[in-house]
């Protein structure tokens, strides 16, 4: 069975050709387009990474926000305060949020987000270890929650498999546009 690095790269090569597809169909007459953006938490960068590996990527990809901590998730992507002392950093309501925030600092059609406790420590028995929430944000307001649980996979093992999934929902929303459109 192929590795996670080897199924994020795949994923990652997937993304680009459907949001070049996207592009070409939805805005083909705008000069340029995003079509996707980040705001990641637990991964600090690797979803971008992934991204960003792919020569051509910057026709579709602007950027992306690392906000580690809460006070640049409130700062830089908009999630309120009452959202991190209500439901805390790692909930479906600051991942939503945080897609929020991303999507309308980017202007892009659709932002992926990813907060999580990627660990050894840092967990509780509410929120363990191993627990990561994800977000898609769709610039028709469409939105799409995901919790996901890793645990005993160390904390890059836990990364890696939250990159993997981001990319999968993002693949999942990409495909999602484009069926819309050619309905």
Not at 94 to 103: I, N, S, T, V
Not at 149 to 157: C, D, I, L, N, T
Request: with cysteine.
């Amino acid at each position: 069975m192929p590795g996670v690095d080897y199924k994020i790269k795949r994923l990652a090569a997937k993304i680009l050709d459907l949001s070049y597809y996207l592009k070409n169909i939805k805005f083909s007459r705008a000069p340029c387009v995003n079509i996707f953006t980040f705001a990641e938490s637990c991964t600090g960068g690797m979803l971008a990474s992934s991204m960003t590996s792919l020569p051509g990527v910057s026709a579709v990809f602007p950027g992306s926000v690392i906000a580690y901590g809460n006070g640049a998730k409130i700062e830089r992507l908009s999630v309120t305060p009452e959202t991190i002392e209500r439901h805390g950093a790692v909930s479906a309501q600051c991942a939503a949020e945080m897609a929020a925030g991303a999507l309308g600092m980017f202007g892009a059609a659709m932002a992926v987000s990813v907060t999580g406790i990627a660990g050894p420590g840092g967990g509780s028995v509410e929120k363990p270890a191993g627990t990561v929430w994800f977000a898609i944000a769709h610039h028709n307001g469409r939105m799409r929650l995901k919790r996901g649980f890793y645990p005993g996979r160390g904390r890059e093992g836990v990364q890696k498999t939250a990159v993997l999934t981001a990319l999968g929902l993002l693949a999942d929303g990409l495909r999602y546009e484009i069926d819309v459109l050619t309905a």
